[in-house]
């Protein structure tokens, strides 16, 4: 009787935006008077990030600081039409969007720029900082408030951009499969390590240590926490939760967080990761998504960091004490049979 | 049951309310006074989100009944806002991106503040210990347990501790 | 791509929405109301399985706040299903149950009151006269001829390729010869997964209100994770024009998937329309834990062909969704797990069958990681296994089938952007795992490159 350490590991794709693709989103940019760049969309914000992620990716393709930059989302009314957020496509589709939206905007803001500064519009550049400037010569330029105070009241032009992105819907050939079922894919890779207590069947998760590739991290902080929050669920799916404790039966299904375990602040293990980006050829600046995948990977590699601690096979989830138990059990009933 | 007059000090300042006996804190709170900064994620007092502090102690709002609170000091998070920025430990959470939904955070702060008012710099044990009523499905509580140890050096300095 | 000098894209800029939260004053749907705002509550089926033979409301009606009670009769289109937008069909979910209830949890009637206390004395006092029915709950046992049969159609999984006037009782791909390489191989390595199914659990539960307008709109503040998807299917449901309706939203206390249903929507709103009053749907905690969809349950049968070097030369998976009572989103889940459930591997035969099997369970819909979840825990599972009947490191097992670029999937895709590899290299770099030379040459550009022997 005691405890016993095991190490496993995961290695684990996930694919970008809606399967089948058909999953359109769009985004409209404006400049007001204030040189302020609107970024109206429809798209939902559950916790990951979305309105920062895409006020730096229009920033970024606009030009234009961030602070300059306001998403104002999400109002069927005034937005126009986004598929959802969900499928790890968010970022990769509206980002798209907002892309094309701001080459748009920015064509219009080189040819109001090309009229006051008087060049043409290919020797024009923005610097980053809220100033449009001839190349070669930045102290010839124009601040982006009085390019839009220009753009309004001097060239009646709008400084705005449409943008949309479609992947097209792909179909399934029904013989053999044949599909396109992603814009990309990311991957990762977990280790884990546990400590497994062979007289209870409880499992502790010592770390969960991982790699990621997707394409490119906007925000490594928001990409950070979805790793954190992501892998702490993987945990759970992996060891606790379930709204059918008797599975397949539906007897005791629990009706709140007293029953159903979500793991608290002390079941947190450490946490590690590292991330690379090897930029995809479709995603906004290379972005290929992280939101999903990060639950996946933990799953595995604590399933088989168990069988590496104590020698069974935890096929069924989650990976109670008790299964852990009877699993236990077998294999010793099985081992006496095999010394007889 | 009849309504009746519940007086208490809300946020420093004295209110009357009148409500069924047994109603509870939260529902008052949010609904009768349209005070939302505290949350409603399970009604069953088991997720924290509603915490609010009654004499300085984290109190569930949601197990609360309002009769409980009578002559009381209560905090809830829209208390500790200032008028201008963010107290120290909003800006904890602000800037260590402890924070993602959102739902959870109310209540986290409002455990924060009880927790480093009795015990000014906490190990993360302590930490862990006193959130340990308050679940966040989102953050994975690394940036959380983080928060809280950057508010404490916010709210009293580092301590010559590097 | 070569490299970009990027100002603020890569920075770790403060959230947008940061200040708002640490405040409390972002708004979130229940933190919403109206000045003669009505509450709504379920009565809701206590049985898995059950023909309805009558509700009676009389004793609710008495209930001090009582407004009234909605049945289907009162929903336009009752029958539908989610992703009839994006042409699955067909509709098979009714809003409010007509004859028959399906699972337990199942919204039969909905109570409008007054008060949240008044809305919820009265659905606890309407009474329905049920006759249960044998129900079943695995996903093996549905598809056997004596089970109950849950669907109009006659079967319990989803039909598929329906568009291609075909009726496939799976999802179907089929690359090479299985068998011929099974009877090639040195191992056979079997085995069986089972995924539990799970709730997303967020920490804000799904809800919505709903307002009428002067100018007879309807304004729908909710914490939907697809507004438009929600509002399109809403309209389609109540039968009105789509501009009809105005969706605000955005903030989402949470989603992991669970809030890309339409379930609490159309139901408001129709209460909205009959009372012309605001109307508040917010599911308990309660409900969010035993009556919103899950993360569907999902068993998974392998049989792995391997040689004694590691390479895996087939792969046969049948594998079985439980969507439980009705689609959401599962048969598109199913899909997405078909195409992925041979892994990030490059396994010259492939053979899958995976079902869409209804049960009498509450419904199970999109969550994190659709579909490819229980794919990936099944497969790295898998992995491990092989390498443990062959003897092999499992990481070196990994590296020999990882996929290459250039690879064809067993979907028939080229591979485009693997790199599977380089990222089991960093994991390893990360833990000290000790990575021999021959897979330190390996990459995912080159197959030749570094092949060991
Ligand atoms: S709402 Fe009070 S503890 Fe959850
Ligand atoms: S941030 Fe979402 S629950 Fe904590």
Same mark, same amino acid.
């Given at each position: 009787?005691?405890k ?7 290695a684990v794709?996930?694919?970008? $935006?809606?399967?089948?693709g058909?999953?359109?989103s769009?985004?409209?940019?404006h ?7 609107v970024? =109206?969309?429809s798209?939902?914000d559950?916790?990951q990030?979305?309105?920062?992620? *895409?006020a730096?990716?229009?920033?970024e393709?606009? !030009?234009?600081?961030?602070?300059n ?5 999400a109002?069927?009314?005034?937005g126009?039409?986004?598929m ?9 589709r509206?980002?798209?969007?907002v892309i094309?939206?701001a080459? +748009?905007?920015r064509?219009?803001?080189? +040819?109001v720029?090309?009229?006051?500064l008087e060049?043409a ?8 900082? $809220?100033?449009i400037?001839?190349?070669?010569s930045?102290?010839h ?20 951009? #449409?943008?949309?992105?479609?992947? &097209? ?8 499969g ?7 894919e990311?991957?990762?890779? =977990? ?10 069947g +409880? ?7 991982s790699?990621y590739e ?5 925000? &490594?902080?928001?990409?950070e926490g979805?790793?954190?929050?992501g ?6 799916h992996?060891?606790?939760e379930?709204t ?10 629990p !009706? ?8 608290g ?6 946490i590690e990761?590292?991330?690379?980006e ?7 600046f ?7 995948m990060?639950?996946?990977?933990p799953?595995?590699a ?6 590496d601690?104590v ?10 004490p ?6 236990l059990?077998?294999?010793r009933k099985e ?5 007889e | 049951?009849?309504p009746?007059?519940?007086s208490f000090?809300l946020?420093?300042?004295?209110v ?10 939260q ?12 949350k ?8 924290g989100s ?11 709002? %949601?197990l ?7 002559g009381?000091?209560?905090l809830t998070?829209e ?6 920025g963010?107290?120290?430990i909003q800006?904890a ?6 924070v ?8 986290m702060i409002?455990v ?6 009795r015990?000014?710099?906490p ?5 862990r210990?006193?959130l340990?009523?308050n ?5 994975g509580y690394q940036? *959380?347990?983080?928060?809280?140890t950057d ?8 301590g /010559?501790v590097s | 791509?070569?490299?970009q000098?990027?100002?603020v894209? $890569?920075?770790s800029?403060?959230r947008r929405?940061?200040?708002g ?8 749907v229940?933190d ?18 059950a ?6 409301f ?7 706040g009582f ?6 009769r009162d929903v &336009?289109?009752n029958i539908?299903?989610?992703l009839?937008?994006?042409g ?16 337990k ?13 008044a809305a ?32 109009p159609?006659g079967t ?5 390729d ?5 009726s496939?009782?799976?999802?179907k791909?089929r ?5 011929k ?5 040195d191992?056979?390595v079997e085995?069986r997964?089972q995924m539990?199914?799970i709730?997303?659990?967020?920490t804000e539960t ?5 307002k009428p307008?002067p100018?007879?709109r309807?304004?729908v ?5 697809a507004?438009?998807?929600?509002l ?5 449901i ?5 501009n ?5 939203g955005?903030?989402?206390g /949470?989603?992991?998937? $669970? ?7 159309p ?6 329309m009959?009372t012309g ?5 917010v599911f308990?905690r ?7 969809s ?9 049989k792995?062909?391997?040689?004694k070097?590691g390479r895996?030369i087939? #792969?046969k998976?049948?594998?079985?969704a439980?969507?439980?009572a ?10 997405k797990h078909a195409?992925?459930v041979?892994?990030?591997?490059? *396994?010259?035969?492939?053979?899958i069958d995976?079902? %869409?099997?209804y ?7 999109a969550?994190?990681g ?7 825990f099944a497969?790295?599972?898998?992995m491990?296994?092989i390498?443990?009947t062959i003897g092999?490191? &499992? ?18 895709k080229v591979v ?14 990360l833990?000290g795992?000790?990575?021999?030379e021959?897979?330190l040459?390996?990459?995912?550009w080159?197959?030749?490159g570094g092949?060991?022997?």
């Amino acid at each position: 009787m005691a405890k016993h350490r095991g190490v496993g590991m995961a290695a684990v794709n996930y694919p970008t $935006g809606m399967n089948l693709g058909g999953d359109p989103s769009q985004a409209l940019i404006h400049a007001t008077t204030t040189g302020t760049f609107v970024i =109206t969309l429809s798209s939902t914000d559950l916790g990951q990030g979305l309105k920062t992620v *895409i006020a730096q990716i229009g920033a970024e393709a606009l !030009g234009v600081p961030f602070e300059n930059v306001l998403i104002d989302t999400a109002d069927t009314d005034t937005g126009p039409h986004c598929m959802g957020t969900f499928a790890s496509r968010a970022t990769h589709r509206v980002g798209n969007a907002v892309i094309r939206a701001a080459e +748009e905007a920015r064509k219009v803001m080189f +040819e109001v720029a090309s009229e006051e500064l008087e060049v043409a519009p290919e020797d024009l550049e923005t610097d980053g900082q $809220g100033n449009i400037r001839v190349k070669g010569s930045p102290e010839h330029s124009i601040n982006i408030v009085d390019l839009a105070l220009a753009a309004h009241f001097k060239y009646g032009k709008t400084i705005s951009g #449409r943008g949309m992105y479609i992947k &097209p819907k792909s179909e399934v050939d029904p013989d053999t499969g044949a599909m396109d079922p992603d814009s990309t894919e990311a991957h990762a890779c =977990t280790v884990a390590e546990v400590e497994v207590d062979d007289e209870t069947g +409880e499992v502790k998760v010592l770390s969960i240590k991982s790699a990621y590739e997707i394409g490119r991290q906007v925000n &490594p902080k928001l990409v950070e926490g979805q790793i954190q929050g992501g892998s702490l669920m993987g945990m759970a799916h992996a060891l606790y939760e379930t709204t059918a404790p008797y599975y397949p039966a539906i007897d005791h299904a629990p !009706g709140g967080f007293n029953e159903y375990i979500v793991p608290g602040p002390q079941d947190q293990p450490e946490i590690e990761s590292v991330v690379l980006e090897y930029p995809s050829v479709n995603g906004p600046f290379g972005v290929k998504g992280v939101g999903e995948m990060t639950a996946n990977s933990p799953i595995p590699a604590i399933i088989n960091a168990i069988h590496d601690a104590v020698g069974v096979w935890i096929t069924e989830l989650p990976a109670t004490p008790e299964k852990i138990l009877r699993a236990l059990e077998e294999k010793r009933k099985e081992e006496e049979r095999g010394a007889e | 049951m009849k309504p009746k007059i519940v007086s208490f000090t809300l946020n420093g300042r004295p209110v009357d309310v009148m409500v069924r006996p047994m109603t509870t804190l939260q529902n008052v709170l949010r609904r009768q006074l349209e005070l939302t900064a505290t949350k409603a994620g399970c009604r069953q007092g088991s997720c924290g989100s509603c915490t609010v502090l009654v004499n300085g102690e984290p109190m569930a709002a %949601c197990l609360l009944p309002i009769e409980d609170v009578e002559g009381q000091e209560v905090l809830t998070l829209e208390g500790i806002t200032p008028l201008h920025g963010l107290h120290p430990i909003q800006e904890a959470f602000f800037e260590n991106f402890a924070v993602q939904c959102g739902y959870c955070t109310p209540g986290m702060i409002m455990v924060t503040k009880a927790l480093l008012e009795r015990e000014p710099r906490p190990d993360e044990a302590t930490i862990r210990e006193a959130l340990s009523g308050n679940l966040c499905r989102c953050t994975g509580y690394q940036a *959380i347990v983080q928060a809280v140890t950057d508010a404490a050096d916010r709210l009293h300095g580092n301590g /010559g501790v590097s | 791509m070569t490299k970009q000098l990027l100002n603020v894209v $890569g920075q770790s800029v403060h959230r947008r929405d940061g200040m708002g939260h640490v405040t409390g004053r972002t708004t979130f749907v229940d933190d919403i109301q109206f000045r003669d705002m009505l509450y709504l509550k379920m009565v809701r089926s206590p049985v898995p399985h059950a023909r309805i033979r009558g509700i009676d409301f009389s004793e609710a009606e008495k209930v001090p706040g009582f407004v009234r009670a909605l049945t289907h009769r009162d929903v &336009p289109k009752n029958i539908y299903t989610i992703l009839c937008l994006i042409g699955v069909g067909p509709d098979e979910e009714p809003v409010l149950a007509e004859d028959r209830v399906l699972y337990k949890g199942e919204q039969i009637a909905a109570v409008v009151a007054e008060s949240e206390e008044a809305a919820v004395e009265a659905a606890s006092r309407v009474v329905v006269d049920l006759e249960e029915l044998p129900a079943v709950f695995d996903v093996e046992e549905a598809l056997k001829p004596d089970a109950p049969v849950l669907k109009p159609w006659g079967t319990n999984y989803f039909i598929y390729d329906y568009e291609y006037g075909q009726s496939n009782p799976c999802r179907k791909v089929r690359f090479g010869d299985v068998e011929k390489a099974f009877a090639e191989a040195d191992y056979i390595v079997e085995g069986r997964y089972q995924m539990s199914p799970i709730e997303h659990a967020p920490t804000e539960t799904t809800g919505c209100v709903v307002k009428p307008e002067p100018d007879g709109r309807y304004t729908v503040y909710t914490n939907t994770q697809a507004l438009f998807f929600t509002l399109d299917n809403s309209a389609l449901i109540l039968n009105i024009p789509f501009n009809k309706l105005h969706f605000v939203g955005g903030t989402v206390g /949470g989603g992991f998937g $669970g809030k890309v249903d339409v379930i609490v929507e159309p139901i408001a709103i129709l209460a909205a329309m009959k009372t012309g009053r605001p109307v508040k749907y917010v599911f308990s905690r309660e409900e969010e834990m035993r009556c919103s969809s899950t993360r569907g349950a999902w068993r998974m049968y392998f049989k792995d062909g391997v040689m004694k070097d590691g390479r895996i030369i087939a #792969r046969k998976v049948t594998t079985y969704a439980d969507a439980g009572a009705y689609n959401r989103h599962t048969p598109y889940a199913v899909t997405k797990h078909a195409a992925n459930v041979a892994g990030p591997y490059s *396994i010259p035969n492939v053979w899958i069958d995976a079902y %869409c099997v209804y049960t009498n369970r509450q419904p199970g819909s999109a969550m994190r990681g659709f579909g490819v979840t229980p794919a990936s825990f099944a497969v790295e599972v898998q992995m491990d296994r092989i390498a443990h009947t062959i003897g092999m490191d &499992p990481w070196e097992l990994r590296f020999i089938n990882a996929y290459r670029n250039g690879d064809v999937r067993p979907h028939r895709k080229v591979v485009e952007d693997a790199t599977l590899i380089e990222t089991m290299k960093a994991a390893a770099q990360l833990v000290g795992k000790e990575l021999p030379e021959h897979l330190l040459a390996m990459n995912s550009w080159d197959r030749e490159g570094g092949h060991h022997g």
